[in-house]
């Protein structure tokens, strides 16, 4: 019914051609392994050519080591990719500076017992290591997340948050509940913030190399087609809509310094509430707002599929690691209302 249901969306909001893209969505590997084929854009960047975004530290990026892939976007900002990077010099900078990191995920209703515990182990074997870094778990049940033996340096806080009755309004509100806890504790304690949905599990290294000021992640079912056919909300009384864009981002990962996810967060919000008022909900809900914010105000720095990558999409290329891997998803008995 899920399918059916975005289906019928898409065909209204993106035409036809969406469609059966979509449909390939959900398709045999054979026709995602087609669509990796399409080549990538390439960095427009000569030789020596240096970022016009991006912190100090992106000065030691290499973005002619992967011909295969894109590796900076038309405004100056990094693709970050494997190859381009030494990991130690990241780490030792962000050491030297500092930096400190905040990881923020929703298990709510039935997700909390499916995936939480899973995302936090491997969240301590992979996710930032050479850093602090404090996880905020929100939940609406607080007394069932799991104990985890946490490393030096690294916290956990559970947020209490309201149970919503539809899976698509806990998906939304979580960008309020982000910005309530930037503002009442985040921000006190960390210069960097990254958001995640639970149902994944970290299997590499994800490091300081993905840090910066604004972070977005390419989406691993669309960056390999051609932006005709990205799923932007289409529909002109949103206000998520949009005709044209950069890239397709994922949602399931994005972050940024603590001011920057601040304004991220409340803008996609109020956007997501004057949609309800209107009595308009956007195509893929937060996706679709948060796509719209990312191409009125450019990400500096930009994540490949690596960081957040799906085993059904099958051999690609281009993917020489893997970092954070989906989760099997359970929609049939995770979203039923309780």
């Not at 893209?21 to 050519?49: D, K, Q, V």
């Not at 995302?119 to 050479?130: C, P, Q, T």
Request: some cysteine; hydrophobic content about 40%.
């Amino acid at each position: 019914m899920r399918v059916l249901y975005k289906a019928k969306r898409v065909l209204t909001c993106a035409g036809c051609a969406s469609v059966l893209l979509f449909i390939a969505y959900f398709t045999p590997t054979s026709i995602r392994y087609l669509e990796g084929l399409i080549p990538m854009n390439r960095c427009h960047l000569a030789p020596g050519e240096k970022l016009k975004l991006g912190n100090s530290i992106d000065a030691s990026l290499d973005l002619w080591s992967r011909g295969d892939v894109q590796t900076c976007t038309d405004w100056g900002a990094p693709v970050i990719w494997d190859g381009m990077f030494d990991p130690d010099h990241y780490d030792q900078e962000h050491r030297r500076n500092h930096s400190s990191v905040s990881l923020t995920v929703f298990a709510v209703g039935r997700y909390l017992d499916a995936y939480l515990e899973a995302f936090l182990l491997s969240a301590e074997r992979h996710f930032m290591v050479a850093l602090p870094v404090t996880y905020y778990v929100f939940t609406d049940v607080p007394e069932r997340v799991p104990s985890i033996q946490l490393g030096p340096g690294r916290s956990l806080k559970v947020v209490r948050v309201q149970r919503h009755s539809r899976w698509q309004d806990i998906s939304m509100m979580r960008m309020r509940a982000i910005a309530d806890a930037i503002e009442s504790q985040i921000r006190l304690y960390s210069r960097y913030i990254f958001c995640f949905d639970v149902d994944q599990v970290f299997v590499g290294r994800f490091g300081s190399e993905a840090l910066g000021d604004s972070v977005a992640l390419l989406h691993a079912y669309y960056y390999h087609r051609p932006q005709s056919l990205y799923t932007y909300d289409r529909n002109p009384r949103s206000r998520a809509y949009m005709e044209t864009g950069d890239f397709y981002y994922h949602a399931a990962v994005f972050g940024g310094s603590w001011q920057n996810v601040k304004n991220m967060t409340e803008t996609c919000y109020q956007t997501i509430m004057e949609d309800k008022e209107n009595q308009v909900e956007a195509l893929w809900h937060d996706e679709s707002h948060l796509n719209k914010y990312l191409w009125l105000h450019k990400p500096s720095r930009v994540l490949s599929p690596e960081y957040c990558w799906s085993s059904n999409i099958g051999y690609r290329g281009d993917m020489h690691v893997t970092r954070l891997l989906w989760a099997k998803k359970k929609y049939d008995t995770l979203r039923i209302t309780e």
